[in-house]
Nanobody, 124 residues
Framework: QVRVMESGGGLVQAGGSLILSCAASGRTFSSYSMGWFRQAPGKEREFVATISRSGINSYYGDSVRDRFTISRDNAKNTVYLQMNSLKPEDTAVYYC?????????????????WGQGTQVTVSS
């Protein structure tokens, strides 16, 4: 069983920055790809970013590309999401997810293990 836990959410002003962390345990962290998703009130959960097992490959959703950066530290069993130039429309619950099969995917169905989410609120 893989446990995934997000941290680092909070309230930030528009234009500000925030970094989210996600710790995973249960299997060798470096054996699975990791992803970030978010869900705003009244909307479906959407893809934010994903990173490969080694960290070499990463992909982003259109709305966050060039503002957010996903990274991972396999020695610390942690993946990060650096969020810059935040906008009110980035307000959402952010979820971290792990894919034991290692697909670098934007599709939620590929991710087997999910965290409880962390709230990010961006004020205008």
């Amino acid at each position: 069983q893989v446990r995934v836990m997000e941290s680092g959410g909070g309230l930030v002003q528009a234009g500000g920055s925030l970094i989210l962390s996600c710790a995973a345990s249960g299997r060798t962290f470096s054996s699975y790809s990791m992803g970030w998703f978010r869900q705003a009130p009244g909307k479906e959960r959407e893809f934010v970013a994903t990173i490969s097992r080694s960290g070499i490959n990463s992909y982003y959703g259109d709305s966050v590309r060039d503002r957010f950066t996903i990274s991972r530290d396999n020695a610390k069993n942690t993946v990060y999401l650096q969020m810059n130039s935040l906008k009110p429309e980035d307000t959402a619950v952010y979820y971290c997810a792990a894919d034991p099969d290692g697909y670098v995917s934007r599709y939620q169905a590929h991710y087997e293990y999910w965290g409880q989410g962390t709230q990010v609120t961006v004020s205008s």
